[in-house]
Each structure stands twice: as C-alpha cells, then as structure tokens.
Nanobody, 125 residues
Framework: QVQLVESGGGSEQPGGSLRLSCQAS???????MGWFRQAPGKEREGVAA????????YYVDSVKGRFTVSRDNAKRTSYLQLSSLELEDSGMYYC???????????????????WGRGTQVTVSP
C-alpha cells in the first residue's frame, strides 16, 4: 500500500507563490506522479503531471507558465511550484501516483492509483 502526504499549502495573495510537496511511502521510480485540485462546487481537475524520470511534464492550460512540477526520486518526493497565483487557483490540491512502468503520463485521473489526502491552497486579497 502506497501512502502520499502533501504539505506546503496555505494562504497567499494574488501574485504570490507557494511550493507544494508530496512524499511517498515507497520508491517513486518508474511511476507517474501528478497533482490535481478541486474547488468548492467544481469537479476535480488535473493540474500537472510528470513522467517517471522527469523527461516530460504536463499541465492544464490555465496554469502553463505559472506552475512547475518536478520530482526527486531519491527523496520519494514530487513538488508543485505555484507562482503568479490567481483567485481561481484556490482549492484542495491532491498528489497522486501511478503504477510502475506506465508508458506515458497524462492528466487523466484513471492513470493514478494512489492519492494523498490533500493540502489546501487559498488565494485571496
């Protein structure tokens, strides 16, 4: 059983920055890692994902140029750098990890097997 723990959430003003971390209980080698978010009254959406060894990243259009996903397999951790925050970025952010040897990563929820409990991000003036 893989467990994921998110951290780094908090409150920021528009234009501010936060860095979220996701630490896994097992090795992350060979697994896709992703970040999703959900705002009240809205469906969960994929925000960012990263290939097993960081060769490629994927972002939802609304965060391109503002968010950066990265990973450190030696630390069993993935990161999501949130910059130039906007009000619409508010929500609960969830880390997710897929199965070993997944050919390609994406923002499709079904690709990910284990999920963290989330960390809250609130953007307000």
């Amino acid at each position: 059983q893989v467990q994921l723990v998110e951290s780094g959430g908090g409150s920021e003003q528009p234009g501010g920055s936060l860095r979220l971390s996701c630490q896994a209980s097992t090795d992350t080698y060979g697994r896709c890692m992703g970040w999703f978010r959900q705002a009240p009254g809205k469906e969960r959406e994929g925000v960012a994902a990263i290939d097993p060894y960081g060769s490629h990243t994927y972002y939802v259009d609304s965060v391109k140029g503002r968010f950066t996903v990265s990973r450190d397999n030696a630390k069993r951790t993935s990161y999501l750098q949130l910059s130039s925050l906007e009000l619409e970025d508010s929500g609960m952010y969830y880390c997710a990890i897929g199965l070993v040897s997944t050919p390609r990563c994406s923002l499709t929820p079904g690709l990910f097997t284990y999920w963290g409990r989330g960390t809250q991000v609130t953007v307000s003036p």
